[in-house]
């Protein structure tokens, strides 16, 4: 690597040659403040915040794109420097909502942090205005709040990284707001929602549609039976909520706090995770032996399923139409479950936590109600399941390690990798692998599809067979993807698609982090991590192998792939306008 050589605030330093003034400084351990810059997403010197002095230069100079060059002197912290990011604060909070107090984001916001780093005073020095039309509710999994916007534009990057595009800056000048074309309200346009613009936003513009209060309702109602499941990837994430480092497994104390406000039952999604494996492997068989649609492609993702209804609805026949772990676990919770205990499903309200806005949408989708009910009622992000936690006044760090409930409690190693990208599919191959060849496989670590890579390709030789398979997190990856298998230039067997860079343990429902951490820690790599890790220490790795899997087969469904589980735990898609 070319190294070039600088002074930073008077001190030398050897730094990379192609680096930013941003991205130098910080390697010595200096944070110039930012607001617009997120790390491979949004780097565009718009918010002004990160103005350094550069020696020989005419005017200050934006760190996060200007380049260094050998005998760089650079000056981060002059009076000069320290006057424009003050009145620069000034000025966006001069047209900012100050609910701070209320606010979803206090303490976690980057504009307060500043403000409060640089001794930001409450009384105003410059006279602004709050922008018109500055809400938009109109969908069930999000909301925007344009009072609370400082026009970073980190929400239209994150959108164009995810290849939709469906915000952008509308009017201009002093009317400049983040919203749809037209003013469209966003449940009109083909949002995935995915949530990615929430975790980007560094204010309170962009929050998940709060649905805390639903299930504390429910849970005070005593007609109702509450029940609540857990996706994988939200032990993987929850403990940052109370301190802990980033990809700290907390599904013990996750157990124990979820039981302590209130529910009755609380289960593990890793069930219906196993159970997706069962139906998903069995279909990806039949379609190989009987010439099936080719290459089978993952529907766990919901965010990647609307994405595939609007933007490529000629390759629907691909999804598998298994229902996704989420509403699989709720389907059985209200027919299986509810059949051996004897209770009317109607009196069961079913909650879900998962790592992901998308879900929200889900849950109201059509042909997801096997027992004539929505299979999933109310769906809570991991941030929202942290609220909860904190206005109950549960201290969790110090909350003992539980189990779930035995029901369905008991799960694979397969089931917890579903959280990761590449996870899903390598739990497939693990039971396709071992039904196809006939026998129990040795070999279940399928390492080439593991990692945060946006694409992923590899071949595997099960039964005589070349398997081809391929994984894509992301959608911009995801379409890269399938624009080859629509044009018939891939030859691909298996398809998993997840719709958030990194799987869902980088979902937008999970605890939001900072631009400066993301600089410096892979969170998608750590969260992932924390799961491998799970999966490598559990007893049962593989799904089949799972004894409340056979039970629920035995007692249920009969066998994968039978006219019962395909009432319950299947579905169809819908073919959407952009």
Not at 108 to 123: A, H, T, V
Not at 237 to 254: D, Q, R, S, W
Not at 470 to 480: D, H
Request: proline share 4%; glycine share 8%; charged share 25%.
């Amino acid at each position: 690597m070319d190294m070039v050589n600088i002074k930073i605030n008077g001190v030398s330093y050897e730094v990379p040659k192609d680096s930013t003034v941003l991205e130098a400084a910080r390697t010595a351990g200096i944070d110039i403040p930012t607001l617009c810059f997120l790390k491979d997403i949004n780097q565009i010197g718009a918010c002004r915040m990160c103005m350094v002095e550069v020696k020989g230069a005419r005017s200050l100079v934006a760190a996060c794109v200007y380049p260094v060059n050998d005998g760089m002197e650079v000056f981060t912290n002059s009076p000069k420097v320290q006057q424009s990011r003050r009145m620069t604060l000034e000025l966006l909070l001069s047209v900012h909502e100050r609910k701070c107090l209320t606010c979803d984001r206090s303490g976690n916001c980057e504009l307060q942090k500043l403000c409060n780093d640089m001794g930001i005073e409450e009384e105003e020095r410059f006279a602004g205005a709050l922008p018109n039309n500055v809400t938009d509710v109109s969908t069930p999994y999000l909301e925007r709040n344009n009072a609370k916007c400082v026009l970073c534009r980190r929400c239209v990057a994150a959108c164009q990284n995810q290849h939709v595009s469906v915000i952008g800056a509308n009017n201009r000048g002093f009317d400049t707001q983040i919203g749809c074309a037209f003013e469209a309200p966003l449940a009109d346009v083909s949002c995935v929602a995915c949530g990615q613009c929430i975790v980007s936003c560094p204010t309170g513009a962009l929050r998940e549609k709060d649905n805390t209060q639903d299930v504390i309702d429910a849970i005070n109602d005593p007609e109702k039976i509450v029940i609540v499941q857990t996706a994988p990837a939200v032990r993987a994430a929850l403990g940052e909520e109370f301190g802990m480092p980033i990809g700290t497994n907390v599904e013990g104390k996750m157990a124990a706090a979820l039981r302590r406000l209130g529910f009755d039952k609380v289960f593990d999604t890793d069930f219906g995770a196993d159970m997706t494996i069962m139906e998903e492997a069995h279909e990806f068989v039949d379609r190989v032996k009987n010439g099936g649609t080719l290459p089978m492609i993952t529907s766990c993702s919901p965010g990647w399923v609307k994405f595939c209804e609007h933007y490529y609805p000629d390759l629907l026949d691909n999804l598998s139409s298994c229902k996704s772990p989420q509403n699989m676990t709720g389907a059985l919770i209200k027919t299986w479950y509810a059949q051996k205990e004897g209770i009317d499903p109607s009196k069961i309200v079913s909650v879900s936590v998962m790592p992901c806005t998308a879900k929200k949408f889900e849950i109201k989708r059509e042909d997801e109600a096997a027992a004539g009910l929505p299979d999933v009622d109310i769906s809570l992000t991991t941030r929202e399941l942290a609220k909860m936690i904190k206005k109950a006044q549960l201290n969790f760090n110090r909350l003992p390690d539980e189990k779930f409930d035995d029901a369905m409690g008991v799960s694979t190693g397969a089931a917890v990798i579903f959280g990761a990208t590449g996870g899903v599919m390598e739990a497939a191959l693990r039971t396709a692998a071992d039904v196809l060849e006939g026998k129990s496989v040795e070999s279940i670590d399928y390492e080439e599809v593991r990692g945060t890579e946006g694409i992923k390709e590899a071949v595997y030789k099960v039964a005589g067979m070349d398997v081809k398979v391929a994984v894509a997190s992301g959608l911009s990856n995801a379409n890269k993807i399938l624009e080859k298998i629509r044009a018939g230039e891939a030859d691909y067997h298996f398809v998993e698609i997840m719709c958030c860079p990194g799987g869902c343990v980088n979902g937008g429902g999970q605890p939001i982090v900072s631009a400066t951490e993301r600089s410096f820690t892979d969170v998608k790599a750590q969260r992932a991590k924390a799961l491998y890790d799970q999966d490598k220490a559990m007893p049962l790795r593989k799904s089949h192998e799972s004894p409340v899997v056979k039970k629920c087969y035995e007692e249920f469904l009969g066998e994968p792939g039978s006219h019962k589980a395909h009432e319950v735990l299947h579905t169809t898609y819908v073919k959407r306008g952009y």
